[in-house]
């Protein structure tokens, strides 16, 4: 107490001029985010706060800088983010986005509480600390998401209670069990109920829900939807109450479809999120940085789109000193060398460097000590060409799941597919593929097995264990003896990801810290990505999609339409297990 009343002093008395700054950013054209207008201006900082926004050049400091007239904007601001889409772990994700001017993120942990429960929650947490990052969480809502499938944990209120009190969790994450919502279940809504006594957010996830259910949710006091393909359905939760999370992902891009329903009337409820994003792009694009690029060339007024990715993104869950550059506010901002392209120069955090030129100014130590539970969490079967038959009368047509590139929903389209001795056959012309969703947590042995078409493989097979939200292996072939052989991988490596052909690992990268994350240096796992994207295009040489993304989403059974478990073929709209075999037979 008795530090915290000397730095509050001192920073009065700074804001005061009765003593120097601890540092002063001279000369720069500082967004004002709350009228959207350019002030010239410094920066004045003192333990990590802005105690003023001068227009005179009186305030004296112990160090300067002089921003030349450049643009300087608030630390980026990620709505909602899954860290374990990256496929690195919290303090490793930090020294990516930084250099990318996004000082901030709001994480829902649900991957990894998807395999090792608390456990792996706390392991978050506890990782992130490391991060010069402001990581903060939102505690996993629906682990499972559905009772339709086999995860490695289950998480009820009561083993949520107790996180509720650390520092940087914000709240109940995406609630996507809508019908445990609106049916009354009092498992989900001992959850909703314990978030709101504690004074906390609670996201939503309203995916294909129409306008009476979104009130439901409101009523139940959800707050935020990430789940927005249309203007129309973005439109719609903004007259009921919430907070719109644009979202431009790896798989799911929503971006330009939503920005019509931005108007400077509504502007303040939406912000920006990536939700999933693979390491390689967050390298090479950035993610909120990038979103507001995108903003910016569609036609948005530059300093519209940068109160999206800072200031709205911080009322929105509470962060009150995050997102302007006025007293009181912490000192994270980011120079600009060029406004419409959003290029950043450098990246300040609390007042200090962290980051110029792409790069980080010092990197943080990344490795941590995982539990068993964490670091040998895949419990694969050995698979034969008979536990892959997916048998079909001959002449029937089929339930089959259809991708949308760039998406994570898809259509249920229903064909004919070859079949031979009983049994469907991958057909390559057709694009007929067979997939697999293999438990890998409790030794259970339960395969799910469907048909997809649209992600074109010429030959091979892929899989992963990054397969949303149970994270058992997935797997995608053109056959069954590529499919078996990358399964066997996937063990071998303690998860990962492993493309296939000929009955030869042609690329993989392990991902041994639940089957999600990799420990190894930065500059190594995104050389592994790179390879693993060369050996795709061998396999799909016109591929124009990111894949292994795309794959990882089709066992996600709240998403529409068609989806694949562990236990079967789940129609999304119907909630429930389907047949692959259409009662309705071919004509011959």
């Known amino acids: 107490m008795h530090g915290s009343m000397d730095i509050l002093k001192k920073s009065i008395a700074i804001s005061q001029q009765k003593q120097p700054a601890d540092f002063i950013l001279r000369n720069a054209r500082v967004a004002d985010v709350f009228s959207l207008v350019w002030t010239k201006a410094d920066i004045v900082v003192s333990d990590g706060l802005i105690v003023a926004i001068d227009s005179t050049g009186s305030f004296e400091a112990l160090h300067e800088m002089d921003a030349s007239g450049r643009y300087v904007v608030p630390g980026l601001i990620d709505g909602h983010i899954h860290i374990e889409s990256s496929m690195l772990t919290p303090s490793a994700f930090g020294d990516v986005l930084l250099p990318h001017g996004v000082t901030t993120v709001v994480t829902d942990p649900h991957e990894i509480a998807n395999v090792a429960g608390v ?53 109940l994450a995406e609630v996507m069990d809508y019908p445990s919502v609106l049916s009354g279940d009092e498992a989900m809504l001992a959850k909703l109920l314990m978030t709101k006594e504690a004074g906390l957010r609670i996201d939503g996830h309203c995916a294909g829900l129409q306008r009476e259910q979104i009130r439901g949710y409101r009523t139940a006091g959800i707050q935020t939807d990430h789940e927005c393909v249309t203007a129309d359905e973005a439109r719609d939760r903004i007259a009921q109450g919430m907070y719109v ?50 903003s910016i060339a569609a036609g948005m007024e530059p300093l519209q789109a940068i109160q999206l990715a ?62 068993k539970r964490i670091s040998q969490s895949v419990h694969l079967p050995k698979l034969t060409v008979e536990s892959l038959a997916i048998p079909l009368s001959e002449g029937a047509k089929a339930n089959i799941m259809e991708i949308i590139p760039d998406q994570i929903v898809t259509n249920k389209v229903i064909e004919q597919v070859a079949i031979k001795n009983g049994t469907f056959v991958q057909s390559i012309v057709r694009d007929h593929l067979k997939l697999a969703v293999i438990e890998r947590h409790h030794q259970l042995h339960t395969i799910g097995l469907g048909i997809v078409k649209g992600f074109g493989l010429k030959k091979g097979a892929v899989a992963t264990t990054i397969a949303h939200d149970s994270h058992n292996a997935i797997v995608l072939g053109t056959n069954d003896e590529d499919m078996i052989v990358a399964v066997q991988a996937l063990q071998e490596m ?15 990268l392990a991902l041994p810290v639940a089957g999600l994350m990799t420990q190894i240096p930065l500059e190594e796992a995104v050389q592994s990505l790179k390879k693993l994207h060369e050996a795709v295009h061998t396999i799909h040489p016109t591929l124009d999609f990111h894949l292994f993304l795309t794959l990882s989403f089709l066992s996600l059974p709240v998403i529409p339409t068609l989806k694949l478990t562990d236990t079967g073929l789940f129609d999304v709209n119907t909630f429930q297990h389907i047949e692959i075999e259409v009662n309705e037979k071919a004509d011959h």
Do not use: W
Not at 150 to 164: N, R, V, W
Not at 245 to 258: F, P, V
Not at 312 to 327: D, I
């Open 245 to 294: 999370l644009i979202r431009e992902g790896s798989a799911a891009k929503n971006l330009h479809d939503l920005l019509p329903a931005v108007t400077p009337h509504n502007a303040r409820r939406f912000l920006f999120c990536t939700d999933d994003k693979h390491l390689d792009e967050l390298v090479d694009e950035g993610s909120i940085d990038h979103a507001v690029r995108l």
């Open 494 to 508: 303690q998860g990962g990801l492993v493309v296939v052909n000929e009955g030869q690992i042609m690329a993989s």
């Open 119 to 171: 456990e792996g929650i706390e392991f978050m947490l506890k990782d992130a600390e490391k991060s010069p990052m402001d990581i903060f969480v939102m505690l996993p809502s629906s682990v499972p998401s559905t009772s339709f499938e086999h995860a490695g944990a289950t998480l009820e209120a009561a083993d949520l209670q107790p996180l509720l009190s650390h520092p940087s969790v914000l709240g």
């Open 310 to 371: 800072t200031l709205n993104a911080a009322e929105c869950y509470g962060l009150n000193q995050k997102g302007a550059l006025a007293a009181g506010f912490e000192a994270d901002f980011l120079l600009l060398d060029h406004l419409e392209q959003f290029k950043v120069a450098a990246v300040y955090k609390q007042g200090i460097k962290v980051a110029e030129n792409g790069c980080m100014v010092t990197h943080t130590e990344t490795q941590s000590v995982c539990s």
